[in-house]
């Protein structure tokens, strides 16, 4: 079956531009969560959702950083105003449930370069 | 703050050996999970551990769970080439539903 889908795989901007990076889960998964690998670095986690409901933010790096989902499936993280230090592997995974038993499910990833 | 510590960060060694990486965390969890990352690539779920005193094995490969001592250990025997990897391990937050990663180990086999 399909797995989580990224798009795009890579995204090239210039600093100060808006970016918005898609994922798309596994089909019934209905908790879905965004992590930031920089290179060599583990993960850094983001945020996640319960349905469309994104509950804790407080992972977000900054203001610049926001992420919706409609309709319990998609999910997009924007990054306004990008600066270089934004420049990381974007992850999103999906689970069943937000549940610990759970496993969670990686996509590829987006390549975000800031110049 | 739950702090997650894997070690070693990088390990080189040669096909047929056995090795052990450590992930140590600073904080009472009894979730914890072992996923694997190719380079370029994203990750990959290898084993999922639940309770004190878990052991799973696939393959080559065995992880465990203590607990108490707050260590997973993932045990590689007689190495293969395939098996070079980066491997993180995670722990699951019951409190804000955050996996807080490892640094990960960066394992190459040579023939």
């Known amino acids: 079956g399909a797995g989580v889908s990224q798009s795009p795989s890579n995204k090239v901007t210039e600093k100060g531009k808006d970016v918005e990076l898609r994922c798309d889960p596994i089909s019934g998964h209905t908790a879905l969560y965004w992590y930031r690998q920089s290179l060599g670095q583990g993960l850094e986690f983001l945020i996640y959702f319960q349905g469309n409901s994104a509950p804790d933010k407080s992972g977000l790096p900054s203001d610049r950083f926001s992420a919706e989902r409609t309709g319990g499936s998609v999910s997009t993280l924007t990054i306004q105003r990008t600066q270089q230090e934004d420049s990381a592997v974007y992850l999103c995974?999906?689970?069943?449930?937000?549940?610990?038993?759970?496993?969670?499910?990686f996509g590829p990833g987006t390549r975000l370069t800031v110049l | 703050e739950l702090k997650v510590e894997q070690n070693p960060l990088f390990l080189s060694m040669q096909e047929g050996k056995n090795y052990t990486i450590y992930c140590n965390y600073s904080t009472t969890s009894d979730r914890l999970y072992w996923y694997r990352q190719d380079p370029g690539k994203s990750l990959e779920s290898l084993f999922v551990?639940?309770?004190n005193g878990a052991v799973k094995q696939e393959g080559r490969l065995m992880a465990s769970l203590d607990t108490k001592a707050r260590l997973s250990t993932l045990h590689i025997t007689a190495a293969v080439h395939d098996l070079s990897a980066t491997y993180f391990c995670a722990v699951f937050m019951d409190s804000n539903y955050q996996l807080i990663w490892g640094a990960g180990t960066k394992l190459i086999i040579k023939p």
């Open positions: 551990l639940l309770s």
């Open positions: 995974a999906s689970s069943l449930w937000i549940s610990s038993t759970d496993t969670q499910y």
